[in-house]
């Protein structure tokens, strides 16, 4: 882990938080809902203007809009943990919508020792062709954290929501390599996150891929993570790899996004671990101002609700995911 004195505030809550969520539980359950300073953010946030997303056009044919619909249809679910009724309803209904995108959609079934005990899990992946050997990876989760009242609207709808349309964007559409748009299970820990109890789903789908040889046709794996935020402010992943990282912050500051990709770097735990342990070229594109006063100081509380996702940010990310992967298919 990098030091520099101006990220330790960050790097402490980004350990103390996604590293030992149990913890983070435990503080978001003691904040009562409607105390001071939350619900003062609360109602600063919902009163932002300029929130938006711009016409599809202006965002390489990207709709925040209907992204933002998708966040919405989510939320609709309810909480939404790994073996939940609810969990079920909405692997449905992604499947449902991949399918009428054209997209083909594999899915893996498969059962987790949790904390909580036995739990079946489920990822999804929409497959588009490609011409050329090799496969760019998105991914992001769609389980939320097991946490009474907690919808996830953030964490983990908007990634979601973001996936979902680039493959209405790209399942039509054959690029030089194939394309597989992934949607893990089980990325939260049922208890207290550690490398045994978190990332259920990607861990299963990298050592699965690593089984079939496809692994190593993984050219690069793109994961997006809570991005709904506003403004939206995204560091570098110190654990991410430095070519893929650059080429998406290059390609952010072509678009005139340089204010939302920021220099800074951070270090994550998150679905790409288990690939980039495997030697595949993997970025986190992740939001985690969750320290008292950052953007994201609603995480794995029970304030993560709709009116905490912003449009035009799910239109940022989508765009330069979208432009991303043209520079990927043009390698
Ligand atoms: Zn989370």
């Known amino acids: 882990m990098p030091f520099h004195p101006k990220l330790l505030t960050a790097v402490v809550c980004v350990f103390a938080m996604i590293g030992c969520g149990a913890k983070a539980g435990g503080e978001a359950a003691g904040r009562a809902p409607g105390k001071a300073p939350a619900s003062t953010a609360t109602k600063a946030a919902t009163q932002q203007s300029g929130d938006e997303a711009p016409a599809a056009e202006k965002s390489g044919g990207f709709d925040g809009k209907r992204a933002f619909a998708q966040v919405a249809k989510q939320v ?10 609810a969990l079920g309803r909405l692997q449905e209904y992604i499947q449902s919508e991949l399918t009428s995108y054209g997209c083909n959609v594999d899915t893996d079934s498969f059962t987790a020792d949790t904390p909580a005990g036995r739990l079946p899990m489920k990822n999804i992946v929409a497959k588009i062709p490609g011409g050329k050997p090799g496969i760019i990876m998105l991914a992001t989760h769609y389980d939320t954290k097991l946490m009474p009242n907690f919808v996830g609207a953030d964490d983990a709808g908007s990634s979601t929501g973001v996936m979902l349309e680039i493959a209405r964007l790209l399942c039509s559409k054959h690029g030089n390599y194939q394309m597989w748009i992934t949607f893990f299970d089980g990325e939260e820990a049922m208890k207290e996150w550690s490398d045994t109890d978190s990332r259920y789903g990607s861990r299963q789908m990298a050592a699965k891929m690593a089984m ?17 935020t506003r403004p939206p402010r995204f560091k570098r992943e110190s654990d991410s790899t430095k070519w893929l990282v650059d080429l998406v912050w290059d390609t952010a500051r072509k678009l005139g996004y340089r204010n939302v990709f920021l220099d800074e770097s951070l270090e994550v735990s998150d679905d790409h671990n288990p690939f980039l342990k495997r030697k595949v070229p993997a970025v986190d594109v992740i939001d985690l101002e969750n320290y008292p006063g950052g953007n994201l100081y609603y995480w794995h509380t029970p304030e993560d609700t709709l009116d905490k996702v912003s449009p035009k940010s799910l239109a940022i990310t989508g765009h330069v995911f979208l432009e991303s992967i043209k520079q990927l298919q043009s390698k």
């Open 212 to 228: 079939s040889g496809d692994l190593a046709k993984v050219k690069a794996f793109l994961l997006a993570d809570i991005v709904g």
């Open 76 to 85: 609709g679910f309810g909480p939404r943990p790994s073996g939940s009724e």
